[in-house]
């Protein structure tokens, strides 16, 4: 049986990210290559969640536990990046 702190973060996480992803705008007036940048970071965050997801369902919860943390991690990078925009919520994103 997996470690119930283990679930707490796992469901902790998982909500925090999607609510992340919710949330999460790119910013407007990027020039193309800005553009590019948020589109992959997006990408990275949506598959990156999915994977855990995917995992957490597998029972696999220290695996769905990393990728939920890789899915926020480039949500929050994006914001520290002036590409994203998160409405200066500090409880859903690191902000700069």
Do not use: C
């Amino acid at each position: 049986m997996a470690d119930e702190k283990i679930l707490e973060k796992v469901k902790k996480y998982r909500e925090l990210t999607e609510r992340a992803l919710g949330k999460i705008k790119k910013i407007e007036g990027l020039n193309e290559m800005q553009e590019r940048i948020a589109d992959d970071f997006l990408s990275m965050a949506k598959n990156y969640f999915s994977d855990a997801k995917y995992f957490e369902k597998k029972g696999d919860f220290l695996t769905a536990l990393s990728a939920y943390s890789y899915a926020h991690a480039w949500l929050d990078a994006g914001i520290r990046s002036k590409i994203f925009d998160g409405e200066m919520n500090d409880n859903l994103f690191t902000l700069p």
